[in-house]
């Protein structure tokens, strides 16, 4: 049973123009989103996470919006580079407490993004 | 400075095999994971631990086994080797849960390359 649900498989845009990733999820116990870039050969790195309690986050040209009801959030790049040809994972977990539970991330199947020139 | 590092990067034995990846975080974080991402890029959690726990993904076969020498490493124990057991193996480190005042931010080593032959 897969928790997150992360669209599309694979997205060509132009350079300059805005990549959106989206992805759902179905455990309301979820708390806590990040976004992960994964360029070939290396470990995943956070780009930007989000929390419920804000509809949206920007940081630079990456914007998450994020839909409570409808249990649903996207990834925006504006202005998109051929540097952010990569993949990138929604993710979610539910925190609140410690532990080595804490944290244990949900991710989405990814999304490879090339940024053509 | 490698603020989460594994070893090797490469590892590649017969069928049958019992093989360990090393992963140590120099980022003081007391809770550690291990992530599974297959062929298709699909990312899955294995463990996560930190000093009082040990979180199981109900999926892992008990042929793996996290072994922690102290909070900086976290290495993972394959007996058996199988051929489905190739993949990329990601080590991953993080501050632990917000109720210890911990941190979500999860940070990835560069991955093993598993391949059973």
């Known amino acids: 049973q897969q928790q997150v649900k992360q669209s599309p498989q694979s997205l060509i845009v132009q350079k300059g123009g805005i990549s959106i990733i989206n992805c759902a999820y179905e455990n309301t116990a979820f708390d806590y989103f990040p976004w992960y870039q994964q360029f070939p050969g290396k470990g995943p790195a956070l780009l930007i996470a989000i929390r419920p309690d804000v509809s949206e986050k920007k940081e630079g040209r990456f914007t998450i919006s994020f839909n409570k009801s409808a249990k649903q959030f996207s990834l925006h790049i504006m202005d998109s580079q051929p540097g952010d040809s990569a993949t990138y994972f929604c993710?979610?977990?539910?925190?609140?407490?410690?532990?080595?539970?804490?944290?244990?991330?949900?991710f989405g199947k990814g999304t490879k993004l090339s940024v053509i020139p | 400075d490698t603020a989460v590092s594994q070893t090797p990067k490469y590892l590649v034995t017969q069928m049958g095999n019992d093989k360990s990846i090393k992963c140590e975080q120099n980022?003081?974080?007391?809770?550690m994971y291990w992530y599974k991402q297959d062929s298709k890029k699909f990312l899955k959690i294995m463990f996560s631990y930190n000093n009082k726990e040990l979180i199981i993904n109900e999926t892992v076969p008990n042929r793996f086994s996290p072994k922690s020498p102290d909070k900086a490493h976290l290495n993972l124990h394959i007996n058996s080797l199988e051929l489905g057991d190739s993949a990329v193996y990601f080590c991953a480190s993080s501050q632990g849960g917000l109720a210890g005042g911990g941190t979500d931010t999860q940070y990835f080593g560069p991955g093993t390359r598993l391949t059973v032959l």
């Open positions: 980022l003081g974080h007391d809770t």
């Open positions: 993710a979610a977990s539910r925190g609140g407490y410690s532990g080595a539970g804490s944290y244990q991330l949900t």
